[in-house]
């Protein structure tokens, strides 16, 4: 073997002994997931193109958008989005992955409004139910922000060593949901 080759294999070997057979099947799931989101877009051409959608499980009547067809496909065009934007953030290791939350907040707002029927605009006044988040996380991120600086004037350490003094890396995904809240 040559010199490059050893070097690969123990580099490869360390990479493997930091990394559990959880976190690999765990991690391939949600590149699966992450790569078929083309596909599972497509899900609402499955979907027929009446107002009545009768199947095993349930009965929808599409009253406000006459179409089972267009209701799904509206909801497909919130929730991936918002499904990738929620492994964004708990996979994002910079300091402002907390500002993740304003976009999370407004598709949840979205989805919740394309499902209730009774609505003429769904979009009307999202900015008013956005606001309580928007005046808590803004201000943080500031905070955090305000505070790195500080530590880069005082302490001259690279962006690298504060990201990491200030995250908090939890263990289990409870955990990591625990941090977010």
């Known amino acids: 073997m040559s010199n490059l080759q050893q070097k690969l294999k123990k580099q490869r070997s360390?990479?493997?002994?930091?990394?559990?057979?959880?976190?690999?099947?765990?991690?391939?799931i949600i590149a699966t997931f992450i790569a078929t989101t083309p596909y599972l877009f497509t899900l609402w051409e499955g979907v027929p193109n009446?107002?009545?959608?009768?199947?095993?499980l349930f009965t929808y009547d599409s009253g406000y958008y006459e179409s089972a067809q267009i209701l799904v496909w509206t909801l497909l065009g919130k929730i991936i989005p918002l499904f990738l934007i929620i492994v964004w953030m708990f996979t994002c290791r910079h300091w402002w992955y907390h500002a993740l939350i304003v976009p999370i907040a407004m598709y949840i707002y979205q989805i919740i409004t394309i499902l209730n029927d009774d609505l003429e605009f769904a979009e009307e006044?999202?900015?008013?139910?956005?606001?309580?988040?928007?005046?808590?996380?803004?201000?943080?991120?500031?905070l955090v922000r305000a505070q790195m600086f500080n530590k880069i004037n005082d302490a001259n350490k690279t962006m690298e060593e504060l990201e990491e003094e200030f995250m908090i890396k939890p263990k289990?995904?409870?955990?990591?949901?625990?941090?977010?809240?």
């Open 50 to 56: 009446t107002q009545i959608w009768d199947t095993f």
């Open 14 to 28: 360390k990479f493997l002994d930091n990394v559990s057979k959880k976190e690999l099947v765990i991690g391939s």
């Open 125 to 142: 006044n999202q900015i008013i139910y956005l606001l309580p988040i928007m005046a808590i996380v803004i201000p943080s991120i500031y």
């Open 172 to 181: 289990t995904f409870w955990g990591k949901v625990k941090q977010y809240f």
